[in-house]
DNA sequence: CCTGTGGATGCATACGTATGCACAGGCGCT
DNA sequence: AGCGCCTGTGCATACGTATGCATCCACAGG
């Protein structure tokens, strides 16, 4: 009782194994009585079809590779799930990698292509020039998930970030904030990159400059002890934006418990993202909301673009990000007018 | 160019393909020199070895079925980190499923099946009879994570909820709580079952019982919610056990926020899992801290021990938790000497 | 020179399923 | 009655790889 294939069950109900695969398959030629015993002699030996012969005839594995970074940013949870859902309702499987710390997405695209993966979506970095071509060999479509790239020809979606950010600094400059600070993730990022150049085109339009540039490697911790070393400055920031939420929570914990400040009183603090706990009260942190659910669906529609095939452009589709004002910075809430 | 098969390898390097296939594979009869020629025309056409074929011929697919619930309760991401780390460095791929909110395990399992999986892993919830003796049938090991069951014959890991929690109570006896409520998650989770359980024993040794019983669904908001409706009894209890650590963090932001109460002076919050977050100021969340890394290295470990596979007994394993002392429960630190 | 030996490679087949084609039987039409 | 057609089923093959067995060649020993 080792393997139960269709011949088992072919020899069970009496037709040949043919004959069962289009019974299954729901084939109209089958007579309706042959067909309910085939489907219910199937049922009683338990049989199971392998999907893996399946896809070895017809090409289709109905299998996408998803391949993470940080898990343990709280942003990355919640693409996740998105992402297994969407895949599941449209009858996808998910194969998952995680690239560890330090890792590199080459590292783990060779297995993924190995098990003939229909679309890969990357949401913990780029991916380098060769695999970019090893995958376009394969016709294998890749979509980069909240990060851009510039060199290869890959598809990408993202938050509209630049614009984002410079319009965040903006209303931080409106209400006369006027000595910045960054808190960045990882300087290779593109949105450590294009977040950072937002606020700083926008401060140079006022003539202003960044006070202080801190990394703080997209954790809770790294957050906390890059806002330390901000706010010992004489002349401290009142002002910091911080790349990510998580870090932002970890540098409204240093501000208010390690140094004693209010926020938003003394400095402001804001983030990118809008995580979970970046609603609760006790955070109550602006930021600025990715629109996760879109940037999924068209993740997705790149990925089985059927015309993507043949016109092999690298599409970049950025969509916008949604200010979210609670009390964690000096914001004044928009005008309904406006 | 759309597949690039082994025989085109062949072809190019003037062997057949059985060679190409033992020289990719190492095998020592396979002249150096041919190989060597081998390897580099595989190299230069760009040829990938189709995972699917070799799968279906050795019966090995190598995959391992993740299934996870709420990853939108923190503890779950680290999990599943921890979970596709450890089966990467095995060489093992992970296909990972999502059971939404109100679906069912047996939903997703036979679409495990049909990939040929070598093992099941679960942290969602037990499963139906019906669906473990399809996967006894199939020879499929099954592991349930955080989850016990008692009816099926399937193996489990969890921690000992119910010693952890008793011994928990006990602490919060000895520092003079006596008005204890519980927060739970959802009734028919094992984790829920033997932690309340665990409580109650500790109470009844007491001459205590609960004076609340709320729950939270294993959500912030639910656990918010959950501990307004306990705190506006008139004699509100004065401790408040949380089954998981986010609904401890909606309780305490509940009490703080919405009620103005001072935690630990007016009210003792505890909770289970010990997700990051439970350590950061905001929080100092005294919890239960699930040993995640050794919990999971037992699960893979039940999943491949090949001496299952001939008695098939139903081993549950049950790993101590560790009490981890914050600020937000009034508990002494354990003396040195215990 | 013939045979035996061993090393290197090719041939054929199997894994479980889907599908083009052939084939059998029944029925209606002329 | 004979012909063609339709319906339902089986036969054979293909997908890409791994592997038992046969084969071939070279070389050594008799």
């Known amino acids: 009782m080792s393997k139960i294939t269709s011949r088992d069950v072919a020899r069970a109900a ?8 289009r019974a299954l398959a729901g084939d109209e030629r089958i007579s309706s009585e042959t ?18 012969a399946r896809s070895l005839l017809s090409n289709k594995s109905n299998i996408v590779g998803l391949v993470m970074g940080d898990l343990l940013n709280p942003f990355y949870p919640t693409v996740l799930n998105g992402f297994v859902a969407a895949l599941q309702k449209r009858g996808k499987r ?58 290869e020809a890959v598809c990408s979606v993202c938050c509209a970030n630049v614009q984002a950010s410079f319009d965040l600094t903006e209303r931080l ?17 593109s949105t450590h990159i294009e977040r950072k150049q937002g606020l700083e085109e926008a401060l140079a339009r006022h003539g202003l400059a960044l006070v202080g540039d801190e990394m703080g490697d997209n954790t809770y911790e ?22 990510s939420d998580v870090m932002a929570m970890g540098a409204l914990d240093a ?61 970049t589709e950025r969509l916008p990000g949604e200010l979210i004002v609670r009390s964690s910075a000096l914001i004044a809430a928009k005008h309904p007018a406006e």
């Open 14 to 21: 009496g037709v040949s194994q043919s004959t069962v695969s």
């Open 255 to 315: 501000a208010r418990f390690e140094l004693g400040l209010r926020v938003p009183q003394d400095l402001s603090i804001v983030g990118f993202d809008d995580i979970p706990s970046a609603s609760w009260p006790s955070y109550q942190l602006t930021t600025v909301r990715q629109p996760i659910d879109a940037m999924i669906e068209r993740s997705l529609a790149l990925l089985f673009d059927p015309e993507r095939k043949t016109k092999r452009k690298a599409i």
């Open 94 to 151: 998910v194969l998952l990698f995680t690239v560890p710390p330090g890792g590199e997405v080459d590292d783990v695209l060779p297995f993924l292509l190995q098990y003939q993966v229909e679309g890969v979506i990357i949401t913990s970095s780029a991916l380098s020039s060769k695999m970019a071509n090893a995958c376009e060999r394969n016709k294998t479509p890749v979509v980069l998930f909240n990060r851009a790239t510039y060199k």
């Open 35 to 52: 067909r309910e015993r085939i489907l219910s002699t199937a049922q009683s030996i338990g049989y199971t079809p392998n999907e893996l």
């Open 222 to 243: 790294g957050g906390f002890a890059a806002a330390l070393r901000l706010l010992r400055f004489r002349r401290r920031p009142n002002a910091i934006v911080c790349v």
């Open 173 to 189: 400059i409106e209400a006369e904030h006027d000595r910045f600070a960054i808190i960045g993730g990882r300087a290779d990022t």
